[in-house]
């Protein structure tokens, strides 16, 4: 069903008052935004394990099946790097063993530069390393051993134009930006970003279709005199 504003949500930004609370609603808790370290606490504090190892789309899909169901669901462990040593320790290369992937800066820098000599026509797509990220997660649990050029072509596969992905479960920011500039004529990544920091202090549901409606009943309300509608 498509949110629509009610007349409160017109008229002004509404800043999130409501804090997590074993008694809300998974309503309440889909239209806060909350960081990682607030899910962490709280999915601690209700009792589910391993809290601060999991991913925040982990955290935010087991506290909302606590909130619906009063059931603490577990989410399956990841298994731990066979190294200690992270790999960009050793110099990223093309044929170098995935064992202790990091998100860092020269890792992104790496898959980037890779992808784009491999594909020319390779450009940064919104969602491409989230998916990445799981993709190498489930190959690596399923046993089977991958290289960062393995890496490289999977990236830039998710990131060529003309493929359309499915939407990503709990990933708000990723689908809103992607939803963002499928909408948006010549939008830029600033504009959807401002947008995206917009949405996230209002009490209404962290989508694209949310955010547009409350734009629209408030421009409408700014044109609203005494009088009703100026002309």
Do not use: C
């Not at 320790?89 to 998100?103: F, I, W």
């Not at 491999?118 to 649990?141: D, H, I, M, T, V």
């Not at 990503?168 to 992607?178: D, E, G, K, V």
């Not at 500039?181 to 279709?209: G, H, Q, S, V």
């Amino acid at each position: 069903m498509e949110w629509r504003p009610n007349r409160t949500d017109t008229k002004r930004l509404m800043p999130r008052k409501t804090a997590l609370s074993k008694s809300m609603t998974t309503a309440q808790f889909d239209r806060g935004y909350w960081y990682a370290t607030e899910l962490a606490q709280f999915a601690a504090q209700i009792g589910i394990p391993r809290s601060t190892r999991l991913r925040k789309d982990e955290l935010e899909a087991a506290i909302r099946t606590f909130l619906a169901t009063g059931r603490i669901v577990s989410p399956p462990g990841r298994p731990r790097p066979a190294s200690k040593r992270r790999d960009v320790e050793k110099g990223l290369s093309l044929d170098l063993p995935v064992v202790n992937y990091v998100n860092d800066r020269e890792t992104k820098r790496f898959l980037v530069t890779e992808a784009a000599k491999l594909a020319p026509e390779f450009k940064e797509r919104s969602g491409a390393r989230y998916r990445l990220n799981r993709w190498r997660e489930e190959q690596l649990a399923n046993g089977r051993r991958l290289t960062y050029g393995d890496l490289v072509r999977r990236y830039a596969e998710l990131s060529l134009g003309g493929q359309r992905h499915d939407r990503i479960p709990h990933a708000r920011y990723i689908n809103f930006i992607a939803d963002y500039f499928a909408n948006e004529e010549d939008a830029a990544m600033a504009d959807a970003t401002r947008a995206w920091n917009r949405l996230k202090a209002l009490d209404i549901p962290k989508t694209y279709a949310a955010w547009r409606a409350h734009e629209a009943a408030s421009r409408a309300g700014n044109n609203a005199g005494p009088e009703g509608p100026r002309a």
